[in-house]
């Protein structure tokens, strides 16, 4: 059973530019949230997306965007980038249902902004 | 203000010794993890706990949730046991999806 997929795995940005990582779940799983850390401020969780519907966001600014399509797969953006933007991107798949929702992490997307 | 504080944030240990790390939270919560993450940033959860205690080989999670606190233990610990641990907690009903809040992390050194 194939894992979570993250791409790309490595990226450089320049200030101002926008980005978009993309995140394939586990077979059947529903549910795909991100995460973003960082060594000042380690893991922070962005937001959740369960049957193409945001469920739960963070506390990150608009200019931190995500979506999902019909077939589980998500795609998170961030615009206008900043210099403190650069990070680990991490998602993570679950099946979501109630009390179960272990969650099963991507490698991560490295994000450097120059 | 942190919602979950780990315990210790370092820790070296010799081979073959038992280990405790601590997690305590001060929010209402539907579920804790323990998250290992080794060098190069792959994340992989160990335990999902919503009361009681779990056994995965050689690792040991418990959470009392009257105290708020979980511990990890590990127990004859290996130089490949040499990882970040975090803590998280799921907030709220189980029917809100996975928002979370993370401990700083305890970075495990095992020396062989």
């Known amino acids: 059973k194939a894992g979570v997929t993250q791409t790309p795995r490595y990226l450089i940005k320049t200030r101002g530019q926008q980005v978009t990582l993309s995140c394939s779940p586990i077979s059947g799983h529903r549910s795909v949230s991100w995460y973003q850390q960082t060594p000042g401020q380690g893991l922070q969780f962005l937001f959740e997306y369960f049957s193409e519907t945001q469920r739960n966001k963070g506390n990150f600014p608009g200019r931190f965007s995500g979506r999902q399509f019909s077939n589980s797969r998500s795609e998170m953006n961030v615009s206008t980038l900043e210099l403190g933007d650069s990070a680990l991107y991490l998602c993570?798949?679950?099946?979501?249902?109630?009390?179960?929702?272990?969650?099963?992490f991507g490698e991560g997307s490295r994000l450097t902004v120059l | 203000k942190n919602e979950v504080e780990q315990s210790p944030q370092n820790l070296t240990a010799q081979e073959g010794e038992f280990i405790t790390i601590n997690c305590s939270y001060s929010v209402g919560i539907s579920a804790l993890h323990w998250l290992q993450q080794h060098p190069g940033g792959g994340i992989v959860s160990l335990f999902m706990?919503?009361?009681g205690k779990k056994k995965h080989g050689r690792l040991i999670a418990t959470i009392n949730i009257q105290e708020k606190h979980s511990s990890l233990h590990i127990t004859a610990s290996h130089p490949r046991d040499s990882a970040v641990y975090i803590c998280a907690v799921r907030l709220g009903a189980s029917n809100t999806g996975n928002q979370f809040y993370f401990g700083t992390g305890t970075s495990l050194t095992v020396i062989p």
């Open positions: 706990l919503s009361s």
């Open positions: 993570a798949s679950s099946l979501a249902r109630i009390n179960t929702g272990e969650l099963f």
